[in-house]
């Protein structure tokens, strides 16, 4: 089963930046949709970011576009989350999700998705 690492997450001042990283060691996430997603605490899941495996065509939610970045790395196994000008209201933790030959599109909301465990983010002065 895929195995997914969210890492880069921690205490940031508003306006800050933080890369997120989502990894599976040795696997090539290029054939992957990849999607980022977040809860705040009391909060639903959210989705906010994804980068398709057919094109690499990113999509984000209105409440990030602008600030965030969805990006593959040179190093295959691994796709960033780039975020910019970080709000208060950015605190959350964030998940990264897999879905094989995924293109970001409803269809895709059917098909298996494969998580990682989550990475704190903290936006506060």
């Known amino acids: 089963q895929l195995q997914l690492v969210e890492s880069g997450g921690g205490l940031v001042q508003p306006g800050g930046s933080l890369r997120l990283s989502c990894a599976a060691s040795?696997?090539?996430?290029?054939?992957?949709?990849i999607g980022w997603f977040r809860q705040a605490p009391g909060k639903e899941r959210e989705g906010i970011s994804c980068?398709?495996?057919?094109?690499?065509?990113?999509h984000y939610v209105d409440s990030v576009k602008g600030r965030f970045t969805i990006s593959r790395a040179n190093a295959k196994d691994t796709t960033y989350l780039q975020m910019n000008s970080l709000k208060p209201e950015d605190t959350a933790v964030y998940y990264c999700a897999a879905v094989l030959f995924g293109d970001c599109t409803p269809t895709t909301q059917s098909k298996r998705h494969y998580w990682g465990q989550g990475t704190q983010v903290t936006v506060s002065s």
């Open positions: 980068i398709s495996s057919r094109d690499d065509t990113t």
């Open positions: 040795g696997v090539d996430l290029s054939v992957y949709a």
